[in-house]
């Protein structure tokens, strides 16, 4: 399983990403888009994970999405996780990237399409996630938020 610098690796590159596509029309990137806002918030769930393993109930390397979905499912019951906030937005991401993903499987398959309105809610839902894992790297312990370091350990801008 990748470990914390591999999460914060593809976190960046990911980050960097939407700056990128902020220069273009998003709406070409709608799919993409919103598989990305889900995917970049499981690596910073994984990432928390790595560094943080005692907020988790059980373990904190998944294998599949569905192992992941019941750590979230335990967090979400769990008052005094500081993971919480975060349970249900990253469920949402979670259902949004699967239609992205998923529609243009066969007709048969039973999605709607994204629409500009799920983009805007992907963002709203990825950054309840980024704000909830920012705020447990800066306030536990001695860890800084990994993805806003540059090589020297300098911040850099996200």
Same mark, same amino acid.
């Given at each position: 399983?990748?470990?914390?610098?591999?999460?914060?690796? =593809? !976190?960046? @590159?990911?980050?960097?990403?939407?700056? +990128?596509?902020?220069?273009?029309?998003?709406?070409?990137? @709608?799919?993409?888009?919103?598989? +990305? #806002?889900? #995917? !970049?918030?499981? $690596?910073?769930?994984?990432?928390?994970?790595?560094?943080?393993?005692?907020?988790?109930?059980?373990?904190?390397?998944?294998?599949? $999405?569905?192992?992941?979905? +019941?750590?979230?499912?335990?967090?979400?019951?769990?008052?005094?996780? *500081? /993971? /919480? *906030?975060?349970?249900?937005? #990253?469920?949402?991401?979670?259902? /949004?990237? =699967?239609?992205?993903?998923?529609? %243009?499987?066969?007709?048969?398959?039973?999605?709607? *399409?994204?629409?500009?309105?799920?983009?805007?809610?992907?963002?709203?839902?990825?950054?309840?996630?980024?704000?909830?894992? +920012?705020?447990?790297?800066?306030? $536990?312990?001695?860890?800084?938020?990994?993805? %806003? %370091?540059? %090589?020297?350990?300098? /911040?850099?801008?996200?």
């Amino acid at each position: 399983m990748p470990n914390l610098k591999q999460h914060t690796k =593809r !976190v960046r @590159l990911s980050l960097a990403w939407f700056e +990128e596509v902020k220069r273009s029309d998003p709406f070409i990137f @709608l799919n993409p888009l919103v598989n +990305e #806002y889900f #995917y !970049v918030a499981l $690596h910073m769930f994984e990432a928390v994970a790595c560094a943080f393993p005692a907020m988790f109930t059980s373990k904190t390397d998944y294998f599949s $999405h569905v192992e992941r979905a +019941e750590e979230l499912g335990r967090i979400s019951v769990s008052a005094l996780n *500081p /993971l /919480l *906030p975060m349970a249900a937005p #990253y469920d949402t991401l979670s259902g /949004l990237s =699967r239609r992205a993903r998923y529609i %243009q499987i066969s007709a048969h398959f039973p999605v709607s *399409p994204i629409k500009p309105k799920d983009l805007d809610t992907a963002k709203a839902s990825f950054q309840i996630v980024r704000d909830t894992i +920012e705020k447990i790297f800066s306030e $536990h312990g001695d860890k800084k938020i990994p993805w %806003q %370091q540059g %090589q020297s350990g300098e /911040l850099i801008e996200t």
